[in-house]
């Protein structure tokens, strides 16, 4: 038994006779009794009634034929839904990009969605990165971009680049002159940065183990009030340069390189396995890669791509 026995089946039904039904269908009728004669030989029961004016469903038959229809309506269904994925997807997207690279990145992600999944609805959600780690793992969002990604069972991802941290200093500060200040002077300023468990400052921490250095800062959890104390003269502040971009081009601050060591970090593409979406997550996964190389590329992301493939799109690796 296969569709298309199924299809001639109703049709035949539908149209009281054979003639018609071969007619429609755009077969043969010899071949069309033949189907149906081997549908009811692998049923073992009669389906068709013949007369003189055509045929007429037997009992057995009316019922079957209401079960191939549903049979087919699923069928059409079916091709429907993989077509839509496949040429137009459609639906609705939820993206999850840290604090730092949300402002810079999110224009440039809502534009090349209306031109590749026009009708797709893309919602972006700003967090710190430890909050969409906990998102992601959950199927609560479909995507995010995670900083020093640790592998978990329920995402997939693709690590995009390297990205080196910044001291943020006020407009005039003494230390931007100097250009770079080593690793071991950068707690004897006063610092803010986010509070942990932020990657940014686990990234510090690490590094300030490893020297035998008492790590101290004061903990704000917003990038645009960390701003706002930075250029304000009182503080000091640990970013990565596309966080502060805006500030650095209106001149309000500027930045000093860090040295021996100097501190970083690695940018994924994450994509949740718990998505009711996979294919347009997919799809998302590779816009957000290709424009996020775009903007390196074009130097306005300040980043190194870790590899040659991901300059082109994100190969999914299965944690």
Known sequence: MDLRQLRYFVQIVDSGNFSRAAEILRVAQPSLSQQVRNL???????????????????????????????????????KADLRSLTESPSGRVLVGLPTSAARGLAPDLYAAFAQRLPNVDLRVVEAMSGYLDELIQAGRIDVALLYDHKAFENVAWTEMMVEELLLFVPKGHALAARGEIPFARLFDLPLVLPGRPNVLRTVLHQLAARQDLTPRA??????????????????????????????????????????????????????????????????TAQITADVIADLVKRRIWSAKLTTVEAQRMPRRRVS
Do not use: N
């Open 218 to 283: 004061v903990d704000c959890d917003s990038l645009p009030a960390i701003a706002k104390m930075v250029s304000g003269g009182r503080f000091v502040g640990v970013m990565p340069h596309f966080a502060f971009s805006d500030e650095i081009a209106r001149g309000e601050l500027e930045t000093v390189r860090i040295v021996d060591p100097t501190p970083s970090w690695r940018l994924s593409v994450v994509v949740s396995k718990r998505t009711l979406s996979p294919r347009i997550a997919d799809l």
């Open 40 to 78: 009811e030989d692998e049923l073992g029961v009669e389906l068709l009634v013949r007369h003189a004016r055509g045929v007429t469903p037997t009992e057995l038959g009316l019922r079957f034929s209401e079960r191939a229809r549903r049979i087919l309506e699923e069928a059409d269904d079916a």
